[in-house]
């Protein structure tokens, strides 16, 4: 299999964590639901080919997220895993079930947006902070590690244009509930390096410097390896990808576009960074998966390899 010709460039990290959310958030948005023991089988291949970090579903009820039902079970399959495995929890009662099920960390998931709030938490951000406080001081109370997810933080479907000092705010009262690792969403993709730098400046004069920051970038509108570089030249050394571009299926009209981890991999060994990901084995685990969702992986990595690895 060919590799990236590596060169290094000055100012940036010498390690990146890749935070896996193929499992979460590729498979919540992907239309076939597969089955929970295919599902844990994905997921020890992604850990196998060297993720330490592996967002493996979300405690919601069946009926927001049919993809995701069997949270419980899939939990159990998979027994003890070497590394990091955060769950979604969307409310006390997933945190309940959460504890009931024996997770180590946990990740909620907030808006930058008053319009998003409303659709999918069907609240206001100020509603849905205050619903979190109970859910993050009790994780951590029980010894949990909390993530907290900021999404719509450049541009929302409704509302257009999205203030820095807005995504500063909610990040901020993520980080006083004690939220160890915020991740920055551009959920419908639309952000340039140039506003990542804006909001990265904002939250920096906001006391929340680069280091415990993540971000999560859409490849929509092809500039998620952009905004990536840019964030990890500004101190950034956390970054969310979804194998094979997982959830962000070019052939369906929901596409989300998550940035593809291959892609992603390629980028960072190509720049001499560490992420203990061997691109092979992750490249034949994509096409394993795309297999079963009958249908190509929109990972241009993916892809560019497939011939070489049959
Ligand atoms: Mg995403």
């Not at 003890?80 to 079930?97: A, K, M, T, Y």
């Not at 979190?132 to 257009?160: I, K």
């Amino acid at each position: 299999m060919r590799d990236p010709l590596t060169v290094t460039l000055a100012g940036l990290p010498s390690r990146v964590e890749i935070y896996e959310v193929g499992p979460r958030d590729g498979l919540q948005n992907e239309a076939k639901v597969l089955g929970v023991e295919l599902k844990a089988e994905f997921i020890r291949r992604l850990i196998a080919a060297g993720l330490g970090a592996v967002e493996l579903t979300s405690f919601v009820p069946a009926s927001w997220v049919p993809q995701l039902s069997d949270a419980e079970e899939l939990v159990a399959l998979l027994g003890p895993l070497p590394g990091r495995h955060p769950v979604l929890v969307p409310n006390e009662r997933g945190l309940d079930r959460a504890l009931a099920a024996g997770v180590k960390e946990i990740a909620v998931f907030a808006s930058a947006t008053e319009s998003f709030a409303q659709r999918n938490l069907n609240r206001s951000v100020a509603e849905s902070l205050r619903l979190f406080q109970p859910v993050v001081r009790r994780a951590l109370e029980a010894g949990l590690a909390v993530r907290g997810y900021v999404s719509m933080c450049f541009g929302d479907p409704w509302e257009g244009a999205v203030a820095p000092a807005q995504v500063s705010a909610v990040a901020s009262e993520l980080r006083e509930m004690g939220c160890h690792e915020l991740s920055l969403g551009d959920t419908i993709g639309v952000a340039t390096p140039g506003q990542v730098v804006e909001l990265l400046d904002t939250l920096a004069t906001a006391g929340l410097g680069p280091d415990r920051l993540a971000v999560h970038f859409h490849d929509t509108y092809g500039q998620a390896l952009a905004n990536t570089l840019t964030s990890l030249r500004y101190g950034v050394s956390t970054v969310d990808s979804s194998a094979g571009g997982l959830g962000g299926c070019p052939y369906a009209a929901s596409a989300t576009g998550n940035l593809a981890t291959e892609d992603l991999v390629w980028q960072l060994h190509g720049l001499g960074i560490e992420t203990g990901v061997d691109l092979e084995a992750l490249c034949r685990t994509s096409l394993w998966m795309a297999g079963l969702l009958g249908r190509p992986s929109p990972s241009r990595t993916v892809n560019a390899l497939a011939a070489s690895l049959k």
